[in-house]
């Protein structure tokens, strides 16, 4: 299993509640409904970080949201990159609430579960899954 996080900012012109709405409904459901693409991912989790004071003597985080999207192998993640649907359909409606300058993903193939059930993540070779 690969698991892909994106961090996200959103555009300097909506509001945290604006790109909120449009992620969760808006992009979901482009995501969902795009065979193309919803077929080669196994998991899709948003996190949407409302902005907050929790921990005053912390640095808040520079992100309004985290996705988490699964993979059942990195080969399904690079069919996934290939496929026209992702430059059409979906890159353009991030565009419309992302700043896509601000954009990070990273790539996690470990986890070490502390408390509940752990999900089993192979381990790679030479940094290469």
């Known amino acids: 299993m690969i698991v892909i996080l994106g961090f996200y900012k959103r555009r300097s012109d909506l509001t945290w509640e604006e790109f909120s709405l449009h992620w969760r409904t808006t992009h979901a459901s482009l995501l969902r409904n795009t065979p193309d693409i919803a077929r080669y991912i196994t998991r899709y989790v948003q996190h949407h970080i409302r902005p ?4 005053p ?6 992100f309004d949201g985290i996705s988490e999207t699964w993979f059942e ?3 399904a993640r690079e ?8 430059r059409t359909v979906m890159l353009p409606d991030e565009e419309r609430f992302l700043d896509m300058l601000a954009t990070r993903v990273s790539m996690l193939d470990y986890q070490a579960v502390q408390i509940g059930e752990e999900i089993k993540i192979p ?4 940094g290469k899954l």
Do not use: F, I, T, V
Request: glycine fraction near 4%; charge should be negative.
């Open 52 to 55: 907050n004071d929790l921990s």
């Open 57 to 62: 003597n912390a640095a808040s985080l520079e």
């Open 73 to 75: 192998s990195l080969k």
């Open 79 to 86: 069919e996934l990159l290939q496929q026209p649907a992702l």
């Open 123 to 126: 381990e790679h070779d030479g």
